[in-house]
């Protein structure tokens, strides 16, 4: 054991924590902050592409598209048939994916959004095509609530009726890439709302099924 001027001599057990730690987060932040700029850098960049690249086939199904799922209209109109001809199971999938879609819009507008708040794309600086244009929304950009709203539909969806579950994603993948193509969304707020409405799906859906066995 050392003499005990030596011990006195030791900093105290605060400071080697406080030491440790700024010297550990700081560089740390600094990498994250590097990385997050890079991926806005990509983000920019594939958007621009996006935008600069003559599509006049895909211009008009894809304007259609973004503005078909503007309140989820579309998605409604799926649950509707679903309910309609799939019997029991086909009303319970109805209803997971309605919920699901409630919830991941009231996650996305009112909780993320707010905490991003990421300014809409340049359509004029980017040269989006007439053509393809749709409204402009006026809530921030991060992340897309359409994404979220179509991945969230076809999760819950997808896990009552399987067999539904591909082209619903589908579905939804070109909803997301609408928003792009259209000039609104950056695609990185699509890849985020997609998880987003993904994750959600999946603990609406989880949560309908446990307590639908709790009541058996």
Avoid at 52 to 58: G, I, N
Avoid at 141 to 148: E, I, Q
Avoid at 167 to 195: C, I, N, W
């Amino acid at each position: 054991m050392p003499p005990a001027t030596e011990r006195a001599a030791l900093p105290p057990i605060e400071d080697l924590i406080s030491e440790l730690v700024s010297g550990s987060v700081a560089p740390i932040r600094q990498k994250a902050g590097r990385i997050l700029t890079d991926l806005s850098r990509l983000d920019h960049a594939v958007y621009e592409a996006v935008a600069s690249t003559e599509t006049p086939a895909l211009d008009e199904p894809l304007r259609r598209l973004s503005n078909a799922a503007n309140r989820s209209a579309i998605w409604v109109a799926i649950a509707a048939a679903v309910a309609l001809l799939g019997g029991r199971r086909g009303r319970r999938a109805a209803a997971a994916g309605l919920i699901s879609i409630g919830v991941s819009s009231a996650l996305v507008n009112v909780g993320l959004k707010s905490i991003a708040s990421r300014r809409r794309p340049d359509r004029s600086a980017a040269r989006v095509l007439d053509e393809r244009h749709v409204v402009m929304p006026e809530s921030t950009s991060f992340p897309s609530g359409h994404s979220a709203s179509g991945f969230a539909f076809a999760t819950a969806v997808g896990r009552d009726l399987p067999w539904l579950a591909f082209p619903l994603r589908l579905l939804a993948a070109a909803v997301a890439y609408s928003r792009v193509h259209t000039g609104v969304h950056y695609p990185g707020d699509a890849v985020a709302g997609s998880l987003v409405g993904g994750a959600t799906g999946l603990v609406v859906a989880g949560a309908l099924d446990r307590r639908a066995g709790g009541q058996r």
